[in-house]
């Protein structure tokens, strides 16, 4: 009898042994052995309360999951870590182990994030830790299954926004790709579809610290005011015109306008979704352009309160660097993906729209 092909799904504990040393590293980076898993393992006596403690002891997750893997494999526990993955929410993973690491779409995103979703996580990664706003989306993240418990009750138990926002986006990573677009959906239902969209259309953001002249008497004051003055026409929360005050200034910048924070100075946040985006960004902002836009936007909103003052505008070339490689690759991909250009009605729907989005045709 032939053997069957090395791809050949698998439906059974991951293929033994075999299947966690093949798949180690996937399973080093997203199994979560926290939260639960840890516990139920102990529970079902696979693990002793001395190899667990040890397990808990490590200082990293990766670190966790390795003794974790090595001390089933040893005790020939397979069965009963698939069982335990079922048992606390990580069905993705043991999906993935089945599968062989062969994703299809009838899954309905039972599996680990791919590399996309990896990437607009890691290349945003500050930028998220600013610009989310955790007390309500964790809440309905909870309501919705995609954080149990535990980990609600551990990013509460944070004490800064930045520290919940770190908490979340670590859990984030580790969950289903089902997961991952149910959290795009609580970022919508809670009033902040500028963090989904950035996560939906795998686009890049680039922060500039716009500085104000320090002739202004209460810096700290107005660099809160217009911070939050373009958060709310940004999300319709103002009285005034809405977004029609930023888009009648910002009109000629393609990039779009997201967010803005304070941090020594304010911070605005542009949505790049194509390089063609980022180069004129920082084409305007060598030209002097962005300065005088966001000097003419910050004046607009402090002028009943504040006599005229000017703005710098700080670009990192380092992050310039890493977003143009980031969307270049992504360009890349598509224009891979999309020869002939006959095949893309047979693409899934989301990624029409990024296609569509990038070519605009």
């Known amino acids: 009898m032939a053997s069957p092909p090395e791809t050949a799904p698998t439906r059974t504990a991951g293929n033994g042994l075999n299947g966690l040393s093949q798949h180690k590293e996937v399973l080093l980076d997203f199994i979560d052995p926290e939260f639960g898993l840890l516990d139920k393992i102990l529970g079902c006596r696979a693990l002793t309360k001395r190899e667990v403690d040890r397990i808990k002891a490590k200082p990293t997750f990766q670190d966790k999951n390795e003794e974790l893997l090595d001390r089933v494999a040893k005790g020939h526990k397979i069965a009963e870590l698939i069982s335990c993955l079922r048992d606390s929410k990580q069905e993705h993973i043991v999906k993935y182990l089945e599968e062989n690491g062969d994703y299809k779409d009838e899954f309905d995103g039972c599996w680990p994030l791919r590399e996309d979703e990896i990437e607009v996580l890691d290349i945003n990664h500050e930028c998220l830790v600013d610009l989310i706003e955790a007390e309500d989306l964790i809440v309905k993240m909870f309501a919705k299954g995609v954080l149990n418990f535990r980990q609600k009750e551990f990013i509460d138990s944070k004490a800064t926004s930045h520290e919940k926002n770190e908490a979340l986006l670590d859990i984030l990573r580790r969950r289903s790709l089902k997961d991952f677009l149910q959290t795009i959906a609580c970022l919508k239902e809670t009033n902040q579809t500028h963090v989904a969209e ?163 045709t």
């Not at 008497?217 to 809405?242: F, Q, T, Y």
């Not at 924070?261 to 985006?277: D, E």
Request: hydrophobic content about 40%; some cysteine; glycine content about 4%.
């Open 198 to 360: 950035i996560l939906e259309t795998k686009a890049a953001v680039v922060s500039l610290h716009a500085n104000i002249d320090d002739t202004v008497a209460d810096l700290a004051r107005a660099e809160d005011e217009i911070a939050s003055r373009i958060a709310g026409l940004l999300r319709d929360r103002s009285p005034e015109d809405s977004r029609h005050i930023i888009d009648s200034i910002l009109g000629l910048v393609d990039a779009k306008l997201i967010g803005a924070r304070v941090g020594n100075s304010v911070v605005l946040y542009f949505l790049c979704s194509t390089t063609r985006q980022l180069y004129q960004l920082k084409r305007l902002w060598t030209e002097g352009r962005i300065a005088s836009l966001a000097e003419e936007l910050f004046n607009r909103l402090l002028s009943s309160t504040t006599p005229k003052f000017s703005v710098t505008v700080k670009w990192n070339e380092k992050e310039y660097d890493e977003n143009k490689k980031y969307l270049e690759g992504l360009e890349e991909h598509i224009e891979r993906i999309l020869s002939p250009q006959s095949q893309l009605l047979d693409l899934p729907l989301e990624l029409q729209d990024m296609i569509l989005l990038v070519f605009g």
